[in-house]
């Protein structure tokens, strides 16, 4: 279906304008980033309760975590962060192949995150510290550190989860990019996935510090 | 030009002739019943909120006839004490049944994404809500959730009730994960609807419509979109841990692992608490456009209506310790939730003054929609004090896990959500279908439901406060024969819906056709709309010259 120059491709019939698409998008994009941070909230509600409870069961396990892969997590993270924002700069200037380079170094980063995190749970699977009812290990003084590993197994899934999701769309947009989708007119998509991906980080950013270096 | 009735009246409002009216039909050639595709393919692939909000109304209307099932076997079963026709546990499922199927698979999406999703766009003159394609998400996800929930049914279903409190429902072996695994997935279709709901109101206003210049239907959906969107996750983490809970063991509410049971409700209710607003907002919504419309005045207060709204939304976060005054919390705890529980119930309060009001020296018409608003005047008033009863601790000590609880919920809930959603259906259904429902039959059936309500429930209020425990599938032969009257009024309400059923099912292809405003109201849908609305709902974007309810400036135009 042919357009006019006045009524592009990408502009949806039910809005009046680019304008409003946009201003749309980024509003909804916005709240269901707050549904996310109230989704994680429960799960940091029930670390902050349960390490005020047990403060000395989370500073035993939490030494059974390694800190430098962890670091090494949170530097690929906030890598990726900036090669997805550089992402969106680049379509800004139209350098769209550039714009493709740049998503596929944030994939790239978040693969290598994964890596790094399967390294992590199969060490933890092999020696027995497992979450809840599964838990074998006896290395770590102290009644329940159950506890520790069920929240630290269900908060880093979930977030691995979400980090495997983002992949799963910045892919869809590597896709769409070599399609000639976007350009300096327009590149909505891009951007609301940048803002997810951000708050992915962010959420990391918090769960490292209370995780790998409580105590 | 001012109108000789009332000099004071300068404008009219306009009236939507269709171009073509079809003669065998009597509706307007062009809606979007026919037109914007035709065949199962075209609904089931559409992402035009009318027809979304058609294919929320079958399936939500399934939901309220199999749950409205379950509550007559349970009541079936309560007649007599010990064994009719269901054992103990048989019993537990079906209560259980009962409440998950009428709160998430029911009275949640209810009036949102039924008549929210039809009459949103309509009331602010936009072409459609601003994420047309999530909106059609959010019904599959509802049917897969509905799914998901259902399974529960054929594989020993719960028997947790619809609280599934721990350690009971970590450790039950009936089918708990199907149950909180459908609930999460059916929170996603109430956040997808909140969302777009948010966005819409935000963003697709006609120019000229300001806030205050919107409908309160608007104000009561955007309100509960609010909710939507804040509260909703936090459920869906509480039955992720619970599932996580069963299948791995991971102990989070499990003392001997170092959890704790209690943590669960709290979580539970954080969300719990905020979604009985999700339920009664809307209703409110509605109440106001119906008091107006049926009064032919504007409503008294509109904006302490419109900010009680967005007060409820925000005070509702604050006060879900009230439903676990037994748990053992603080006392200090449980002082603040109480007063916030009664500082709560102001705005509400609020809003029943000012329709009240309202209704003084206003032209009334008993329509049928308006039967609706009374019975909700008196029901959720009555639902909302006995509220404030059991806010007080000292009460709620001796009430709590009785049937005066299940009374209250049911008088706010069906009193009050379910009658402002019938009495909104019958109001709408004109513009819908552009066919008007049979008065006689919807007069009777209004009077079987009204009569059969207080039967069922008020007489529970007197069962509790002598000591009928909630959730009892045997009883002390003293408080039968008012648990027999309960459940003949159980039967009579359900008759009485039966027949709200079968009328506006019967309107759909035989009722008279109603034109554009058989109702004389002045919001968007029905001066600027035909009845059905053209697929893109406007011939050109609404110009926007006065606020929803000028009765007082504004002469609308009836059609017959």
Excluded at chain 2, 282 to 297: E, K, T
Excluded at chain 2, 403 to 414: L, S
């Amino acid at each position: 279906m042919a357009h006019s120059a006045t009524h592009p491709t990408w502009l949806q019939h039910h809005f009046s304008d680019a304008h409003q698409q946009r201003e749309s998008s980024k509003l909804g994009m916005w709240i269901f980033l707050v549904t996310e941070i109230l989704f994680f909230g429960g799960l940091f509600c029930a670390y902050a309760i349960y390490h005020a409870w047990n403060p000395e069961i989370f500073h035993a396990a939490h030494k059974a975590l390694d800190w430098r892969l962890g670091g090494l997590n949170t530097i690929v993270l906030i890598t990726s962060s900036l090669t997805m924002a550089l992402a969106i700069r680049s379509l800004q200037v139209n350098r769209v192949r550039v714009a493709s380079g740049y998503l596929w170094a944030t994939f790239l980063l978040a693969a290598t995150f994964m890596v790094v995190k399967y390294f992590e749970y199969s060490h933890k699977f092999h020696v027995g510290q497992l979450p809840g009812k599964y838990y074998t290990y006896t290395g770590i003084e102290g009644t329940n550190p159950h506890i520790f590993f069920s929240i630290y197994f269900v908060m880093t899934g979930l977030h691995g989860l979400h980090v495997l999701i983002g992949m799963g769309v910045i892919l869809w947009l590597i896709v769409r990019n070599r399609k000639n989708h976007f350009s300096a007119q327009y590149y909505n998509p891009v951007e609301m996935t940048g803002l997810y991906w951000h708050l992915v980080d962010l959420i990391w950013i918090y769960l490292f510090p209370l995780l790998y270096l409580v105590g | 030009m001012s109108n000789s009735a009332n000099p004071s009246v300068t404008l009219r409002a306009p009236l939507v002739e269709p171009d073509r009216i079809d003669e065998t039909t009597g509706l307007p050639r062009e809606n979007y019943l026919h037109d914007g595709g035709r065949g199962l393919k075209s609904w089931l692939l559409t992402m035009d909120h009318k027809r979304i909000a058609i294919l929320y109304l079958i399936t939500v209307s399934a939901a309220f006839f199999v749950g409205g099932i379950m509550a007559l076997l349970v009541r079936l079963e309560l007649y007599l004490p010990d064994k009719q026709f269901f054992g103990p546990d048989a019993y537990n499922q079906l209560f259980t049944l009962h409440g998950a199927i009428m709160i998430f698979l029911f009275i949640i999406p209810s009036i949102p994404a039924i008549l929210g999703n039809f009459v949103l766009p309509l009331q602010i003159g936009a072409k459609d809500v601003a994420f047309p394609k999530l909106n059609l998400a959010s019904w599959y996800v509802y049917v897969f959730g509905a799914a998901f929930t259902l399974i529960s049914v054929f594989t020993n279903a719960a028997d947790t009730g619809w609280t599934f409190y721990t350690p009971y429902s970590s450790s039950t072996s009936t089918s708990v994960i199907p149950m909180t695994m459908g609930v999460f997935i059916l929170g996603f279709s109430s956040i997808f609807t909140g969302l777009n709901f948010i966005v819409t109101v935000h963003k697709l206003r006609a120019p000229g419509l300001t806030w205050f210049k919107m409908p309160l239907m608007v104000w009561g959906l955007y309100a509960t979109a609010i909710i939507q969107v804040l509260a909703t996750p936090v459920l869906g983490i509480t039955v992720l841990l619970l599932t996580l809970e069963r299948a791995f063991g991971i102990g989070i509410f499990d003392p001997a692992m170092g959890g704790d049971p209690v943590l669960y409700q709290h979580f539970f209710w954080f969300y719990s608490h905020p979604a009985v607003y999700i339920m009664i907002l809307p209703g409110m919504g509605i109440i106001s456009d119906l008091v107006a419309s049926f009064s032919h005045r504007k409503i008294f207060g509109y904006k302490f209506v419109a900010f009680s709204s967005m007060a409820i939304a925000l005070v509702s976060f604050l006060v879900w310790g009230h439903h676990m005054f037994t748990s053992g919390q603080s006392e200090i705890a449980v002082m603040i939730f109480s007063f916030l529980t009664f500082m709560v119930g102001i705005p509400s309060a609020i809003k029943v003054f000012n329709w009240t009001t309202t209704l003084y020296k206003g032209s009334i018409s008993f329509s049928v929609p308006m039967l609706y608003v009374f019975a909700f005047l008196f029901l959720f008033t009555i639902g909302g004090l006995t509220g404030i009863v059991i806010g007080a601790l000292s009460l709620d000590v001796h009430l709590h896990d009785t049937y005066f609880i299940v009374a209250h919920f049911h008088y706010v809930m069906v009193g009050g959500t379910v009658m402002a959603m019938v009495g909104g259906l019958y109001y709408w259904w004109p513009k819908i279908w552009g066919r008007m429902y049979n008065r006689t039959l919807g007069v009777f059936a209004w009077l079987l439901v009204f009569v059969g309500f207080n039967m069922t429930f008020f007489t529970q209020f007197i069962l509790g406060s002598r000591g009928m425990p909630r959730r009892y599938w045997t009883y002390l032969e003293q408080f039968q024969p008012l648990h027999a009257f309960s459940s003949s009024g159980a039967m009579v309400m359900g008759l009485g819906f039966l027949l709200v059923g079968i009328n506006l099912w019967r309107a759909v292809k035989h009722g008279k056709p109603s034109g554009s405003n058989p109702w004389g109201s002045l919001t968007l849908e029905w001066t600027h709309c035909s009845s059905p609305p053209l697929p893109h709902n406007f011939k050109e974007t609404p110009r926007i010259d006065y606020g929803a309810y000028e009765y007082d400036k504004v002469l609308p135009t009836i059609t017959k």
